[in-house]
């Protein structure tokens, strides 16, 4: 004998949690859709830029990072301590922390008895906050790990030996290379931008702000900041170009063109905020 409507057991809210968990990360888990040759070709540019990138590198901390050191230990207080509020902006528990609150109440609300219109709301809100949490996390892990296994002396322990390394010392005295403020400030600004792009300058502007503090606290060397700044910008494109080839988000024109699909008008999420607070 089947058992009633009545009596059928209902799955929790934690059962819905995880069943959305499940299938968003097994969305970014399946292989790709479509034709994704347009980003292999558009990669052969950024192969080249990684070159120059390499020279330009080896070349600031040959002329450059000591010069800038120097300068800046002696740079007056006026100009330092607007540096040092500014500098812990990038940290990236400002951006990873609200993301992942915001994509765990996404998660705990989008179950039934949800509209479907509201259901497509909260996925497309949900795929951006992912895409923002990815692009800035991604990057920010790798650059934390290679830094330790590098081991180049900061600036305050290097004195002037600016090619001081002690290789896979986990001691933050030995973690410079990259600058993990640069690459979370770099990240965040090509993610947003990505997503928002009249605002870039904005983002850029935050995000060079956050690079030359690091060098006017004393932190890093420029060719710290540099390292993540580029780490941080290819690691964000880097997720897009992933999330894009599985269909998550964005989409890849012939060219190689990425693009974001279409998000809901904030009048709209505005309505699904306020059905969610009337229930």
């Known amino acids: 004998m ?21 299938i968003s990360l097994g969305r970014m888990a399946r292989p790709p859709r479509g034709d994704i040759k347009p980003i292999w070709r ?10 120059v990138a390499i020279a330009a590198l080896i070349l600031i901390m040959v002329f450059v990072d000591v010069p800038a050191i120097r300068w800046a230990r002696q740079a007056p207080a006026w100009l330092v301590e607007p540096f040092q509020f500014a500098t812990d902006l ?14 765990l109440v996404i998660a705990v609300v989008d179950t039934p008895p949800l509209s479907r219109m509201s259901q497509l709301v909260l996925a497309s ?10 692009a800035i996390g991604v990057p920010g892990l790798m650059v934390s790990i ?23 010392v986990w001691r933050a005295e030995y973690a410079s290379f990259p600058s993990g403020h ?19 300058p904005l983002f850029w502007t935050y995000a ?14 420029p060719s710290d900041v540099l390292a993540g700044a580029i780490a941080g910008a290819v690691g964000a494109l880097l997720v897009r170009d992933w999330l894009a080839a599985r269909r998550l988000g964005f989409s890849i024109d012939t ?14 999420i505005k309505r699904v905020a306020r059905s969610l607070a009337g229930q």
Not at 255 to 268: Q, W, Y
Request: aromatic share 12%; net charge positive; no cysteine.
């Open 125 to 134: 809100v949900a795929a951006r906050m992912g895409f923002l949490f990815l």
């Open 208 to 221: 060079v702000i956050i690079a030359l503090s690091r060098v006017v606290v004393t932190a890093h060397h």
């Open 255 to 268: 060219d190689g063109t990425v693009k974001p699909f279409a998000g809901p008008s904030l009048a709209r």
């Open 90 to 103: 990038g940290l990236s528990g400002w951006f990873l922390f609200p993301l992942g609150v915001a994509l």
């Open 2 to 22: 089947s058992a009633s409507p009545l009596t059928e057991a209902r799955p929790s809210r934690f059962g819905f949690v995880r069943r959305n968990a499940a």
């Open 42 to 51: 558009a990669y052969t540019r950024v192969a080249m830029g990684a070159v």
């Open 182 to 200: 640069a690459t979370t400030a770099f990240a965040a600004a090509v993610a947003f931008g990505v997503l928002w792009p009249r605002l870039r």
């Open 146 to 168: 290679v830094k330790r296994i590098i081991g180049r002396a900061r600036p305050l322990a290097a004195n002037d030996d600016v090619f001081l390394y002690k290789f896979f």
